[in-house]
């Protein structure tokens, strides 16, 4: 894949990569805008929330050690749950499995468009944040978002219904 590099060495660079992310980011990390209050919504109402990323394990961790969000999801899996990674739809099929339900009856919250195709590709219903990517950017979603104020636990419910 990389010439002559041992796969065991790309794999060290990815890692030193993570690393170097991490401390960069450790002083910046904060919640998208209307994160928490939606979450604590989704949570008073009962409803399963998982992670599903093609992130490695310490970043997520990292993620929930600095934003202390880690406590409403019922299911997380990251890169090391899967063989074959976004667009690959493995990680939803994997994740709506683990939570109990279809993937049809599920709504995935997708910042990158590989992880759009990989949701759509599963089956799931996907609301695209535009995070990293323009709003034009993102096709095959039921909505677009550029942050959690912008959704509420009734577009939801609207979401789900719509067939």
């Given amino acids: 894949m990389f010439g002559d590099i041992p796969e065991s060495r790309v794999r060290e660079f990815a890692n030193e990569k993570e690393v170097l992310f991490r ?3 450790k002083n910046h ?5 209307g994160l928490h209050p939606f979450l604590q919504e989704l949570h008073e109402h009962l409803i399963p929330m998982a992670i599903a990323t093609s992130a490695p394990a310490d970043n997520v961790s990292f993620t929930f050690d600095h934003t202390g969000i880690e ?3 019922e299911v997380i899996l990251d890169e090391s749950a899967i063989i074959n990674g976004k667009p690959d739809p493995e990680i939803y099929l994997r ?3 683990r939570l109990g339900y279809a993937p049809e009856n599920c709504i995935v919250i997708e910042d990158s468009l590989s ?3 990989s949701a759509r590709r599963a089956g799931c219903k996907v609301v695209g944040i535009t995070t990293t990517h323009e709003s034009g950017d993102f096709n095959h979603t039921v909505r677009t978002i550029g942050d959690f104020t912008q959704l509420r636990i009734e577009d939801l419910y ?3 219904s719509a067939l």
């Fill in 71 to 73: 406590k409403y999801f």
């Fill in 115 to 117: 992880g759009v195709e």
């Fill in 158 to 160: 609207e979401i789900m």
């Fill in 23 to 25: 401390d960069l980011y």
């Fill in 29 to 33: 990390i904060k919640l998208i805008t």
């Fill in 95 to 97: 994740t709506a499995d």
